[in-house]
């Protein structure tokens, strides 16, 4: 069974908008990662935080963690609508060991 | 583009039918993952091989099975399948950071 729940399980805006989407988890964790799936397909990587990280950066894309609430946000800033897909994240508990996903928020970004 | 082939893309299969899925990465690493994702769900991790030796395994019966050659190539195969078999099977290789994954796009199984 999978320990990540994320919210909202659908999220619609409009293009230029932000969008915003959480994760928590259930146990201490080695870091957090977040992947995009486009219908069907594979998995794509995003960005990875550590437990030791509050906050990271990348592009148009910036994740925070909250080791204390077990919980984790990703927030697309000046969305578009090539980002529409599913969003994930995904817990390592352990070096090596595996990935455990929530079940994902499906973003929908119209034009 | 990760690099991770696999294959068929879809399938079709009966209830008790077996089945053998593919994969492949360009650049040959020594391990390789297997997760099952049904349909509006995240992927759940079934195992993972390391050097042709399966060292980890999920929440997934003794029906599914896997194989890793030493070209790292790799198969997962599941017998006397279920309707709730059905769903995407990503096959994944390690990416830069510790635990980054790169997955293939996956073999979409259907068991009628």
């Known amino acids: 069974s999978q320990q990540g729940e994320e919210d909202p399980q659908a999220l619609s805006i409009q293009e230029g908008e932000n969008a915003t989407m959480n994760c928590s988890y259930k146990t201490s964790i080695n870091n957090l990662q977040w992947y995009r799936q486009n219908s069907g397909r594979g998995l794509v990587h995003l960005i990875l935080i550590r437990s030791n990280e509050r906050e990271k950066h990348s592009g148009r894309l910036r994740v925070t963690l909250d080791t204390s609430k077990k919980s984790s946000s990703l927030l697309i800033t000046a969305s578009r609508a090539a980002d529409t897909a599913s969003y994930f994240c995904?817990?390592?508990?352990?070096?090596?060991?595996?990935?455990?996903f929530g079940q994902g928020t499906e973003l929908s970004v119209k034009p | 583009e990760t690099g991770v082939t696999q294959s068929p893309t879809h399938l079709i299969k009966t209830r008790g039918q077996q089945v053998t899925l593919r994969c492949s990465s360009q650049?040959?690493?020594?391990?390789v993952s297997w997760y099952q994702q049904a349909l509006g769900q995240g992927p759940q991790f079934i195992f993972q091989?390391?050097?042709?030796?399966?060292?980890g395994r999920g929440n997934f019966p003794p029906r599914f099975s896997g194989l890793q050659f030493p070209n790292y190539s790799s198969e997962l195969n599941v017998n006397a399948l279920e309707l709730d078999d059905s769903a995407l099977y990503l096959c994944?290789?390690?990416?830069?950071?510790?635990?980054?994954?790169?997955f293939g796009e996956g073999s979409r199984l259907t068991v009628l």
């Open positions: 994944a290789i390690p990416g830069t950071g510790p635990g980054e994954l790169f």
């Open positions: 995904a817990t390592l508990y352990n070096q090596g060991g595996k990935l455990i």
């Open positions: 091989y390391y050097r042709e030796e399966e060292n």
């Open positions: 650049s040959g690493h020594n391990t």
